[in-house]
């Protein structure tokens, strides 16, 4: 009588996670192979194409702490880290709170926030497209009308603050052929992340311009937005939404 | 019991037919170099999941090549064979990839990758048992009626036996075509692996399949892990198309006809020209099969 197919998949999903000997009615005749290689194919393809996955997602953190410690960790954040979705496009969430609570890691707080920023990048690439609104709309109106616009995000717009210089650390480790010191103590990054046409791009902004597009991306119209901006500025807003709007913060802007 | 369906025969899409010529597998990193010299090749094939994104980089060059060429979307992430229900959210974002590209051929594999929560990310050995048939011919059936057309399903590599099999793969695999009308997409280097694996005959495997159930061959290149008690052949689709799966191929395709053939290539992948080189070795075998054919009048089924 053959195993039924439920008790089948749980026992073998069983012993993929946990390490433990191959089900029992895995079999191999005599004189090949022990049971135990073959299904060690099944348990390395599991994990190795995952932790090859969390590799390409996370290629700055993987050089900041090095390939043979990355895949070991990575390994580690499999046991409670396994993907949900049938597509990897999006898998590794959980991975920077894992590395901000990895106790190995301690002495490197900022490796969290980089892995955020990876994702963010990751987000930005996939997201879908728009064509960014065009600057020249803002020139063309006075204060007064542009207040109660409501604008439309470009989809691919991630907002991202950290207490660590973190697009330099990312920037130096996915691009340079050398790696490049980083000022630590010169303060942390507000910045975004977007993809108006092919290319990922990031751009550190003052805090205050990062809580203004936050409160729009919450549903407020400029005027009610700009309250975030410091008083002095807000008579700029038009060249500030014309320089938002030229790196391609904006989709489109209605009037509502 | 799933219904008989009519999915098998002319195939709505007809308008994007993938051709029984050679293709390739798109890798990124060819994009470019395909939109520029547009090599003279008859379709690619994309796995699914990796275009399930809603847009950027990889949807832009994929309808550029899109424009240019047949299209195959090969699944990895749909797990057919899983005991529990089909996930229903993946056949949807299938579903809106199959409605952007309109490919020619649209194929998953007799496997598992999900258990409960869990997507393991690889193919999973599925029993050969009536109750898995049963499972696996509902998932399909399922599949097919959400997509509003026929899949086709391939054979993994399986590198255990599973105690208690009631039926061979090839029983199994034809079956399942025959109860719910998919296709089937014969992977000659996997028939290859399996057999050696497993102590078994290829060249008896290949003939157990039908003609007329062949919608597609894939080819590809495997790893020998060299043991104490013998060796283990592992696809790892990382090097060039062995000899010997190319003469099984060979084989199976004068018996079956000219089938569109897939060179595959995930791991190690080397420039786009040595792709194109050996989906040309394929093209050789399926032109020589043809003319054989013209020459000596229809081929019967």
């Known amino acids: ?160 603050s950290s207490r660590y210089p973190v697009a330099e650390i990312w920037r130096t480790n996915r691009e340079d052929d050398e790696v490049k010191p980083v000022d630590m103590h010169g303060g942390g990054d507000a910045l ?21 597009l936050r409160a729009l991306r919450e549903g407020a119209n400029f005027g009610e937005a700009a309250l975030a901006l410091p008083p002095a500025s807000i008579a700029g807003l038009p060249a500030l939404l014309q320089e938002l709007a030229r790196k391609g913060v904006f989709a489109a802007a209605a009037s509502q | 019991m799933t219904q008989i369906r009519s999915y098998s025969g002319a195939s709505p899409h007809a308008l994007n037919p993938v051709p029984a010529d050679a293709g390739i597998g798109l890798k990124p990193q060819h994009y470019l170099e395909i939109i520029a010299t547009k090599p003279k090749l008859g379709w690619f094939e994309v796995h699914a999941e990796n275009y399930m994104g809603a847009g950027g980089p990889p949807h832009r060059y994929l309808s550029a090549i899109r424009d240019l060429y047949p299209l195959s979307l090969h699944g990895v992430g749909l797990s057919l064979g899983s005991a529990g229900p089909l996930d229903r959210a993946h056949v949807l974002r299938l579903k809106d990839l199959i409605a952007r590209y309109e490919p020619g051929l649209v194929s998953e594999h007799l496997a598992w990758t999900r258990h409960g929560a869990t997507h393991f990310n690889d193919l999973l050995p599925v029993p050969l048992t009536h109750e898995a048939l049963d499972i696996m011919a509902a998932h399909v059936g399922e599949t097919q009626d959400l997509l509003g057309r026929q899949i086709l399903i391939e054979n993994p590599s399986v590198y255990a036996d599973i105690a208690g099999a009631e039926m061979s793969e090839p029983e199994f695999l034809v079956t399942l075509a025959r109860r719910t ?52 052949l592992i696809d790892d689709h990382g090097s060039a198309v062995r000899d010997e799966v190319f003469g099984l191929y060979r084989d199976f395709i004068e018996r079956v006809g000219p089938r569109p053939t897939l060179i595959e290539r995930d791991k190690n992948v080397p420039e786009l020209g040595e792709l194109i080189a050996e989906a040309m070795r394929a093209q050789r075998c399926l032109d020589c099969v043809r003319n054989f054919d013209m020459v000596l009048g229809q081929r019967h089924g």
Not at chain 1, 200 to 212: C, G, R, S
Not at chain 2, 189 to 204: E, F, I, R, Y
């Open chain 1, 1 to 160: 009588m053959a195993e039924r197919l439920s008790d089948f998949q749980a026992a073998f999903a069983e012993a993929i996670s946990t390490g433990g000997a191959a089900p029992g009615c895995i079999a191999a005749l005599p004189g090949t192979p022990p049971v135990a290689k073959r299904f060690d194919v099944y348990r390395n393809n599991v994990h190795a194409s995952l932790i090859d996955a969390l590799e390409a997602a996370f290629p700055a953190v993987e050089r900041l702490v090095g390939r043979d410690f990355f895949r070991a960790a990575a390994r580690l954040h499999l046991e409670s880290g396994m993907p949900e979705r049938g597509t990897l496009i999006g898998f590794g969430s959980g991975f920077p709170h894992f590395l901000d609570s990895f106790p190995p890691l301690r002495s490197f707080p900022y490796l969290g926030d980089v892995a955020r920023l990876e994702l963010l990048w990751l987000q930005a690439y996939h997201a879908a497209d728009a064509a960014p609104l065009d600057p020249a709309v803002f020139a063309r109106m006075g204060r007064d009308e542009i207040a109660v616009l409501r604008p439309v995000l470009h989809p691919s717009l991630r907002l991202f």
């Open chain 1, 192 to 212: 975004i992340i977007l993809r108006p046409e092919t290319h990922v791009l990031i751009y550190k902004l003052p805090p205050q311009q990062i809580a203004f």
């Open chain 2, 181 to 232: 009308g998919c296709g089937l997409l014969v992977d000659v280097n996997n028939v290859h692996v399996s057999c050696s694996n497993l102590g078994k005959s290829a060249t008896d495997w290949l003939e157990g399949i039908p003609a007329d159930l062949v919608h597609e061959v894939h080819l590809a290149g495997h790893a020998v892990e060299e043991l104490e008690s013998g060796k283990l």
